[in-house]
């Protein structure tokens, strides 16, 4: 059981480029999170989907998009990174109605230039 | 989402037990009071969560308040290894219509002197 993974690890990205965050979980569980981390700060939510086929905007969603691609995998794109944007990405994942913990991946570290 | 209170920083030795504090004076009645620490270049992990009733799990205890307006998480015996960011948050299950959701504050960075 890998849990939740995020790839990559570490990017460096400049102004306006785009790149897609991966995340993939192996616990069968129905729902899934983005959150950002800023330096010393705790984690807001970007998006989340409750369920396959379903995703829903978080507290800071501007600039960003998610796809749902299948009950594993729910990717994080940004299509013109900005500086701002600069932070530590994670994924989580949760089994559901009834489920109460969340499951946290490793994260990515984004540098926008 | 119903705020919370927490102690920027508290300093414990190793072995010894820590008592992390969390105010949340506008709880309602379907807020659960849920934990999670953050070790060092490390995503959230959940430690324990609870509703009225006091909880243990194998990682801590959970002390909650009989008006639930504040909680405490207990670590028995401190080790180098619980040195993290310890977070205090209220998630609504009313009807299962947060999804989820966790909203986290600035949380209580722990540190453990060997």
């Known amino acids: 059981n890998a849990g939740v993974t995020q790839t990559p690890k570490f990017q460096v990205l400049k102004t306006g480029q785009s790149m897609t965050l991966q995340c993939a979980q192996d616990?069968?569980?129905?729902?899934m999170y983005w959150y950002r981390q800023d330096p010393g700060m705790g984690l807001r939510l970007i998006y989340y989907s409750a369920s396959e086929g379903t995703t829903d905007k978080g507290e800071v969603p501007n600039g960003y998009n998610v796809s749902r691609l299948n009950k594993r995998e729910f990717s994080l794109r940004l299509e013109s990174a900005a500086p701002s944007q600069t932070s530590v990405y994670f994924c989580?994942?949760?089994?559901?109605?009834?489920?109460?913990?969340?499951?946290f991946g490793p994260g990515t570290r984004l540098t926008v230039t | 989402d119903a705020k919370t209170t927490q102690p920027n920083s508290m300093e414990s030795n190793e072995e010894e037990p820590v008592h992390l504090p969390c105010n949340h004076s506008?709880?309602?009645?379907?807020?659960?009071i849920h934990w999670y620490r953050q070790l060092p270049s490390q995503g959230p992990e959940y430690v324990i969560h609870g509703l009225t009733s006091n909880v243990n799990n194998r990682m801590a205890s959970l002390a909650i308040a009989e008006d639930r307006k504040s909680s405490t998480l207990i670590l028995h015996r401190a080790t180098l290894r619980d040195a993290a960011v310890y977070y205090c948050i209220l998630r609504d299950e009313k009807g299962g219509t947060s999804y989820g959701k966790l909203t986290f504050g600035q949380g209580t960075i722990l540190t453990v002197h060997p």
């Open positions: 989580a994942s949760k089994k559901g109605q009834g489920g109460y913990e969340q499951y």
């Open positions: 616990m069968n569980h129905n729902s």
């Open positions: 506008t709880i309602s009645g379907t807020d659960y």
